[in-house]
């Protein structure tokens, strides 16, 4: 039997102290944990997100584990949408294991039902958990963030129709390049500037042009340049982190959901018009940490802004401003030291950028008779000629 929400107005709304950090811990990892206990993966990301997301230190390995019923009466004076959020905190130590059995995506069901929230990407963890993995593309596709769209929303985007998919690719709107081609014009240190040096380092194409990516995806580029991650695949797993935690929406975890199948899992072959799987990365060192910090900046970026879709922003409104007083409006935060420590580097540092990336930019300047200039950016641990 589900535990009420508290009535209106009377729900606790202070963040939680060190005891309840603890409880929040203990309940994931019991929700989550397959028969072999949980995965070296699962134990730093239970960890790290409490951590960033409490300010406590939580020890998970001698924590309590709380069953269904007891881990949602803890939380009865929470809301829904607090309880939303644990939910996605299980989903997201759920979705990281390969194999995924049913008993644990069951569990997670059972943790859903007595908090009295719901979210679809519990049928995808069923999906991923019975192979059916063609399914879960065509569910990724259909509900979640997608569920959302609406050919209106393309003016946002600026392209000169509306879009009847919100991943479709626009390579012949020259007014749409002509828009993009205009930030050229702006100040330095302006958003916009930094944007165009953001694709001129990496060889990428405006959207309007072929070769370029679908507009909704090139929303998420002045993401990276805003919130200061760069465009390394670890980076990519920063940068949804930190889009769907600002989104209070329980619908935008899938876009978190989809990027964890392609980098991790490889549950997804593909996904959001251009990414294609490529495993193991969110395992890597540090990612864990970093992507933690993620979340709390995009958290603090909701909390600032009664929640904010960063793939719904008209950007070209703020792109001839000082990307400082930009990210003061949006409540964007600084990284955490340890994120940094952990390698979390900017689009204009060393491992800002891939090696791909940096032979693209290279060949895109030469074909224009330009000199490269990547404004700082290298590969991680490597400096190519």
Request: charged share 20%; aromatic share 10%; proline share 7%.
């Amino acid at each position: 039997m589900p535990v009420p929400f508290p009535p209106a107005g009377q729900a606790k709304v202070e963040p939680p102290d060190a005891a309840e950090a603890r409880v929040i811990a203990g309940g994931v990892a019991a929700a989550v944990t397959p028969a072999g206990g949980l995965t070296s993966l699962q134990h730093v990301m239970i960890e790290a997100v409490s951590e960033s997301m409490t300010g406590f230190v939580v020890p998970v390995s001698v924590l309590p584990r709380l069953g269904p019923e007891e881990f949602a009466e803890a939380l009865r004076h929470r809301d829904e949408l607090f309880r939303a959020h644990m939910l996605r905190f299980m989903l997201l130590c759920t979705l990281v294991l390969n194999p995924l059995p049913e008993e644990v995506a069951a569990r997670v069901d059972a943790y859903a039902r007595e908090l009295g929230v719901q979210n679809d990407m519990l049928r995808i963890a069923h999906r991923f958990a019975h192979g059916s993995f063609g399914l879960a593309l065509i569910d990724f596709q259909r509900c979640g963030y997608m569920e959302t769209w609406d050919p209106s929303h393309s003016h946002v985007l600026h392209t000169s129709r509306e879009l009847d998919d919100a991943w479709q690719e626009v390579v012949h709107d020259d007014v749409l390049a002509a828009r993009w081609d205009a930030l050229r014009d702006l100040p330095d240190d302006t958003l916009g500037k930094e944007v165009v040096q953001f694709y001129d380092a990496r060889g990428f194409v405006f959207p309007g042009r072929p070769g370029s990516a679908p507009p909704l995806l090139a929303q998420h580029d002045w993401v990276h340049v805003l919130a200061g991650y760069g465009s390394t695949v670890e980076s990519e797993i920063e940068v949804f982190g930190f889009i769907v935690r600002a989104n209070d929406d329980p619908r935008a975890f899938s876009l978190l959901a989809q990027v964890v199948s392609l980098f991790e899992t490889g549950y997804a072959a593909s996904g959001m018009g251009l990414f294609r799987y490529d495993r193991s990365h969110l395992s890597h060192q540090g990612v864990a940490v970093r992507l933690a910090d993620a979340l709390r900046r995009g958290a603090l970026s909701a909390a600032a802004n009664h929640s904010i879709d960063f793939l719904a922003v008209d950007w070209f409104q703020y792109a001839d401003l000082p990307i400082a007083d930009v990210r003061d409006r949006l409540g964007i935060v600084a990284k955490d030291p340890r994120a940094i420590e952990s390698g979390s580097a900017t689009p204009w540092e060393p491992g800002g950028i891939s090696v791909y990336q940096y032979r693209a930019g290279n060949q895109a300047a030469e074909q224009r008779g330009l000199q490269y200039d990547s404004f700082g950016a290298t590969p991680p641990g490597e400096v190519v000629p």
